[in-house]
């Protein structure tokens, strides 16, 4: 899922790319670090994104929107939900439905633990209909339960095929234990990271090659956190799972509650999305496009500017 984990392993193109020295799990030449006085270019060229890193990035991004946008159109058919293994009707953790008023008027409500908003519009009653999520946020764009299913499903396991080839070639490639878990050093800079993230200072030369204590957290919290959950809590709902895998139902507290933790973290999911798009927005969209497509990008050294 190179959405959630880019690889940030530099090679140079100047020089010997066999022969370059691996420091912090970037390659860089040897005359920008073995000559005395040397000093770096002012614009490099770095190689970011290996092969299978590209293609798993773009694979994912089709599957994901499908996955987005089809799971609404499922919970649509049901708008509540619940703890436990039942659906008590009367005492939803969380609720969107269409609420007629005492003037005839229809508006959407939300109710979250016995608090109400009205989001009417967008959630619970839009375009004149009474549906949870409007027509333009589900797959298929009618109320379709049946087909929103299929759709869900069968991008769920290309999901999933594509997560775990990525993950194995994490492992095996070393990138998720030498790029994307945090140090003892990085975690001491967690304050002047959140720091340079709120007032968007991004980093430049040798620090913009590494991903930021943030960064790893994000990631290594999305591939070995997130996604594992989705997963599992997915799997819980099936009714053929769960026969020939009853305990997964306990570890979850019941169907239900599957079914809502699997809905919190799936939204967990787009907030990083969303960010994940807006930083690739804000330190340089169309170096970060050319990354992801040939694998090379630029990184600019002191003096030079802040867009990496």
């Not at 980093?203 to 943030?214: M, Q, T």
């Not at 026969?243 to 169907?255: D, H, K, M, N, Y």
């Not at 969303?274 to 930083?279: D, E, F, K, N, T």
Request: aromatic share 10%; hydrophobic share 45%.
């Amino acid at each position: 899922m190179a959405l959630l984990v880019q690889s940030e392993e530099v090679v140079s193109r100047e020089g010997d790319q066999q022969r370059n020295a691996e420091v912090s799990g970037c390659h860089e030449p040897p005359t920008a670090r073995d000559q005395p006085g040397a000093l770096p270019p002012a614009i490099e060229q770095v190689y970011r994104h290996r092969l299978p890193v590209r293609i798993s990035h773009w694979l994912n991004v089709p599957f994901l929107i499908i996955l987005i946008m089809s799971g609404p159109q499922i919970f649509n058919s049901h708008p509540a939900l619940y703890w436990g293994d039942r659906s008590d009707r009367d005492q939803p953790l969380l609720s969107i439905r269409p609420v007629q008023t005492e003037s005839g008027e229809t508006k959407g409500v939300t109710t979250i633990l016995s608090h109400q908003f009205e989001p009417t519009g967008v959630l619970g009653y839009s375009d004149g209909m009474g549906r949870t999520f409007p027509a333009w946020a589900t797959i298929p764009s009618a109320k379709w339960l049946a087909m929103g299913r299929q759709w869900h499903l069968f991008f769920a396991w290309l999901f999933v095929i594509n997560g775990l080839i990525f993950t194995a070639y994490a492992l095996a490639s070393r990138h998720a234990t030498r790029d994307l878990a945090p140090t003892g050093k990085d975690l001491r800079g967690i304050g002047k990271s959140v720091k340079d993230h709120l007032i968007i200072r991004h980093p430049i030369g040798d620090e913009a090659k590494r991903y930021s204590v943030l960064q790893k957290l994000a990631y290594t919290g999305i591939l070995f956190i997130v996604a594992p959950l989705i997963v599992l809590t997915g799997l819980a709902m099936s009714p053929t799972i769960d026969a020939a895998v009853p305990s997964l139902l306990t570890i979850f507290g019941g169907r239900q509650a599957a079914r809502t933790i699997h809905f919190v973290v799936c939204f967990s999911l787009v907030g990083f999305v969303v960010i994940h798009v807006l930083q690739v927005i804000l330190t340089g969209f169309w170096n970060n496009i050319r990354s992801m497509v040939t694998g090379w990008c630029v990184v600019k050294h002191e003096g030079v500017g802040h867009e990496t």
